[in-house]
């Protein structure tokens, strides 16, 4: 099993400043690596896909870089919306087909 | 609009059996593979199963294998989850979740229906 490590666990950073999250992956995952966001009582919603791509409608201020095993989302100027639970998550699609989330980092407000 | 309602949700004994339903609508629900995804009470997210756009191909995580079966009926545009021999730690919310195509990551989700497994 492929297990993804996030961290850190809980991140405190101001509004208009930059936060940095990490993801790891035991083995490479190459870019099949996505990340989302979810806010309390809501569902997740897809941030970036393919390591780097954002999804349709996400501001860009969200990037997302990485390969392989090691991976970082950026907030370049958190929004008071932005705060919430990141979550990674890797979707190789080759057995023995499971696609594994991070514990996920929460994004509070310092 | 794409929308993803899920439904089936309510208390059950451990042991017990139950079945999850998701109605799918404002896309071409046969063109997609579907997911189901859980979320324990306070805790993250962990992928329950995989079903291809027909049906064909269905893939399980270890912690629900021999126990929930996944299905589809592309005419009723609705996905199913059949989950038997049911434990306190399948106590979740569950969501179903698009696949972006078969790409294995989730471009919509549905709002999650509530499972507890409790005596």
């Known amino acids: 099993e492929i297990v993804m490590t996030q961290s850190p666990a809980t991140l405190s950073v101001s509004p208009g400043e930059r936060a940095t999250l990490s993801c790891r992956a035991s083995q490479s995952v190459s870019s099949n690596l996505a990340w989302y966001q979810q806010k309390p009582g809501q569902a997740p919603r897809l941030l970036i896909y393919g390591a780097s791509t954002r999804a349709t409608g996400i501001p860009a201020r969200f990037s997302g870089s990485g390969s392989g095993t090691e991976f970082t989302l950026t907030i370049s100027s958190l929004q008071s919306e932005d705060f919430a639970v990141y979550y990674c998550q890797q979707y190789n699609n080759w057995p023995p087909w499971e696609y594994t989330f991070g514990q996920g980092t929460k994004l509070e407000i310092k | ?119």
């Open chain 2, 1 to 119: 609009e794409v929308q993803l309602v899920e439904s089936g949700g309510v208390v059950v004994q451990p042991g017990g059996s139950l079945r999850l339903s998701c109605a799918a609508s404002g896309f071409t629900f046969d063109d997609y593979a579907m997911h189901w995804v859980r979320q324990a009470p306070g805790k993250g997210l962990e992928w329950v199963s995989l079903i291809s756009w027909d049906g064909g191909s269905t893939y399980y995580a270890d912690s629900v294998k021999g126990r929930f079966t996944i299905s589809r009926d592309n005419s009723k545009n609705s996905l199913y989850l059949q989950m038997n021999s049911l434990r306190a730690e399948d106590t979740a919310l569950y969501y179903c979740a698009k696949d972006s195509g078969s790409s294995g990551y989730y471009d919509y989700w549905g709002q999650g229906t509530l499972v507890t497994v409790s005596s």
